[in-house]
């Protein structure tokens, strides 16, 4: 079973232009694509070639883990429509945050993450799922339905307007699959049975979820 992305997405009808967009690396063009799709769009920290990530100008004692890649603050601001544009030139490196309001993310190791998709492929199964370096996979599943794995200690779940994703092309993120051009999220409950395949395989011991 699946559900659409949100009765707020605009495409147009141009799905297809707007995932060639998104397969690309212009900042100003994806984040204006995933405001097609009614996702709301925020800018995150700068990554620099030669100095890192912007958080660090303040002196933190840790090196970043994810520069360019989380948003400014404790809080997603997300952007106008009309501000998208001008926010993003004068930021170039930023990241592209997007609040967790039209689908829930399961962030998962990334060996954990690609067996899923493998079975997910298998099974004819679309998962939009998005990778950061060989450290994670995150999966986007319907909105309200990541709960199901909340228990899951190999799982982080972000859902709600206070969780966020970093989507590409923020620094270190790409897509291994996009979205479908028939604008569908899988439930969770549909993707739990390939966790736990993979998991068992591991010989990882789940918890009760």
Known sequence: MTITYGSGADTGGDMGDILHVLHGRDTIECAAAYDRLGWPVAIGHRHRTA??????????????????????????????????????????????????????????????GMAVMLRADAAGLHIPCLTSGHSTATLLVASGTGELLVQCQHVEVRSGPGAW???PPSYGVRWDTAPAED???PLCEAVRPLLAQVLKLASATPAEW
């Open 183 to 185: 604008h569908l999220l």
């Open 51 to 112: 100095s890192g990530c912007t958080c660090q100008d303040t002196g933190s004692p840790t090196a970043c883990v994810t520069p360019g890649a989380h948003p400014l603050g404790e809080t997603v601001e997300p952007l106008e429509r009309n501000e998208l544009a001008a926010a993003f030139e004068s930021a170039p490196g930023a990241g592209v945050i997007v609040p967790c309001t039209h689908w829930d993310a399961l962030v998962v190791g990334h060996a954990i």
């Open 165 to 167: 994703v970093a989507l």
